[in-house]
């Protein structure tokens, strides 16, 4: 048998079958007051016990964490220093760097001014110059020129001017230098490109004159100044084959210039395509009548054709213009000496001048 406790009257039963016939006596009241004393006192002890657990760990797991940040601090002193040595660098970086850069935008600033006032002072010398240029007087405007350059002013525009100065005293070298050191800064100017193929074409540079005029053609093939280059160069080369082109180009362009289809005639005539340069100068007979020159190389080129009697009778309409002793002096040349027997041609030279008109 085992006790149990009735929990609703706060009594102790014997477990097992009552006996029958047994009876419980009835506790006495200081029995009853000592039991509950007793049991009040197992409960207190045990919730100080409990306290006193609970404490104990909290000041267990503080005093860890607290061990753990004082072990981390003296495993990384370093680290710490480090960091805020690094936040105060970058401060001390940003000061200087804000520092910097207002140092350099004032500077600019400065160089700003200094620039434009240079430039104004350069564009007033170059106005002067170019009306010492319009008075013929090349070395006074080269001279403030060459000062201006001397001075540290190396504007493009001075370099020009200076260049266009050099061509007219026949200074080629030193043009070309000149126009060499601004294609060098801007080679995309175009009037730069242009002055210096002019340049090196009075020099006689055939070549590379040539070659800046097909540098100019690349990017502008209707330029008609580098049409007349490339052909001056190739007839300087005495190539007028490639020439002709570049003169076809330049007549189409031009058409209103009779100086270019007469170039054309002359290139024909290099080639000796007679025919071609034959109509061309027929042609341009037909528009301007006074010119001498053109009625010289038609005859030339008629009788290099087998057509003599033609260029005899061009002979005597320039007999009738300038005169037969003007045209009479024609014979001496060699192109003429298929001409000399035909009769036509025999009685202009052969016939007293008299009182015959004078050629303009």
Known sequence: MHAEIDIYHGRWSTGGVRRSGSRRRPRSSSSHRSHRHRSSHSRSSRRTLTGILLWSTLSLVTAAYVTFLALTALRHPAAKQDTLSAAATDNSSATVSRQDETQALEALATNIESLIERHTEAEKILDIASALIKDDQLGSAAGRLETLLAAGMHFNSIRMKLAQIYRLQKRFDEATQL????????????????????????????????????????DDPYNADAHDLA??????MEQPGWAI????????????????????????????????????????????????????????????????????????????????????????????AAVRDNPLFRKLIEEPAGDSAQPP
């Open 179 to 218: 126009l060499m050191d601004v294609l060098a800064t801007q080679p995309d100017m175009a009037a730069a490109r242009l002055l210096l193929a002019r340049v090196l074409l009075e020099a006689r540079h055939w070549e590379p004159a040539l070659a800046v005029a097909k540098w100019i053609l690349a």
């Open 231 to 236: 052909a001056r160069a190739y007839i300087g």
């Open 245 to 336: 082109p570049h003169l076809r180009k330049l007549v189409a362009l031009l058409r209103d210039d009779p100086d270019v289809s007469g170039r054309l005639a002359e290139a024909y005539m290099m080639m000796e395509e007679y025919d071609q340069a034959a109509a061309i100068l027929s042609e341009l007979l037909e528009n301007n009548s006074r010119d001498a020159s053109l009625y010289y190389r038609l005859a030339v080129c008629l009788l290099h054709s087998g057509q003599e009697q033609q260029a005899a009778e061009v002979l005597a309409r320039a007999s009738d213009r300038f005169g037969r002793s003007f045209v009479a002096s024609w014979v001496h040349s060699r192109e003429f």
